[in-house]
């Protein structure tokens, strides 16, 4: 069994920052892929940033530079300044797992937290 949990979110004005947790635990081989997603209601979840076990990332376009994906010991972090009413929306971690070295990876996700940027 695999969990995540995020951690993090809240209200913060236009041009603050957060930091998003997003801490992976149970049965853990290795993880291939950590990601961050987004949703707003009536909106399809979309992709804000994901960093492979290479550690290589890739962002959203609408990130344009502000927000920062890491992780370390089985936790991915998403750094996000310069936040904008836009940015307003449930934040989603997900994670390909690899539960045992001869076993498939599958993917998880977090239950979200939410992001309000707002005066």
């Known amino acids: 069994q695999v969990q995540l949990v995020e951690s993090g979110g809240g209200l913060v004005q236009p041009g603050g920052s957060l930091r998003l947790s997003c801490a992976a635990s149970?049965?853990?081989?290795?993880?291939?892929?950590m990601a961050w997603y987004r949703q707003v209601p009536g909106r399809q979840r979309e992709l804000v940033a994901s960093?492979?076990?290479?550690?290589s990332t890739n962002y959203a376009d609408f990130v344009r530079g502000r927000f920062t994906i890491s992780n370390a010991k089985n936790t991915a972090y998403l750094q996000m300044n310069s936040l904008e009413p836009e940015d307003t929306a449930v934040y989603y971690c997900?994670?390909?797992?690899?539960?045992?070295?001869?076993?498939?990876?599958?993917?998880?996700w977090g239950q979200g937290t939410q992001v309000t940027v707002s005066s």
């Open positions: 149970g049965s853990i081989f290795s993880i291939n892929r």
């Open positions: 960093q492979i076990s290479g550690g």
């Open positions: 997900n994670a390909d797992i690899q539960s045992t070295s001869w076993g498939l990876a599958y993917q998880y």
